[in-house]
């Protein structure tokens, strides 16, 4: 079983952007054979969904409130999947977390999570 890891995450101004990395904490590696997707929790707040992209990337899901703003896209040459989040505002933050879904279709929960990584978004 892959295990998950976050990055990126941070403290920005609104306005900003943050590119965060979901990759397999063992060294070497890879989550080019899996489905992967982001979610985050903000305090108080129950976990949603923002995104996920198929094994082969072709197919990427976005939340309606998340899609003008979040990219979801694969680095196969390092294995990795990104999430781009442009345009932050103080009700993005969050801890946000990237999980693996079963099969090669964004369809399914989650079937192991990543520790989160935490945005604030604040001036």
């Known amino acids: 079983q892959v295990q998950l890891v976050e990055s990126g995450g941070g403290l920005v101004q609104p306005g900003g952007s943050l590119r965060l990395t979901c990759a397999a904490s063992t060294s070497g590696a890879t989550l080019n054979y899996y489905t992967i997707a982001w979610f985050r929790q903000a305090p108080g707040k129950e976990r949603e969904g923002i995104s996920c992209i198929s094994t082969f990337g072709d197919i990427t899901h976005y939340a309606d409130s998340m899609r003008d703003r979040f990219i979801i896209a694969r680095d196969n040459a390092e294995g990795t999947v990104y999430l781009q989040a442009n345009n932050l505002q103080p009700d993005d933050t969050a801890v946000y977390y990237c999980?693996?879904?079963?099969?090669?279709?964004?369809?399914?929960?989650?079937?192991?999570w990543g520790p989160g990584t935490q945005v604030t978004v604040a001036s």
């Open positions: 999980a693996r879904k079963p099969g090669t279709a964004c369809s399914g929960n989650a079937v192991s």
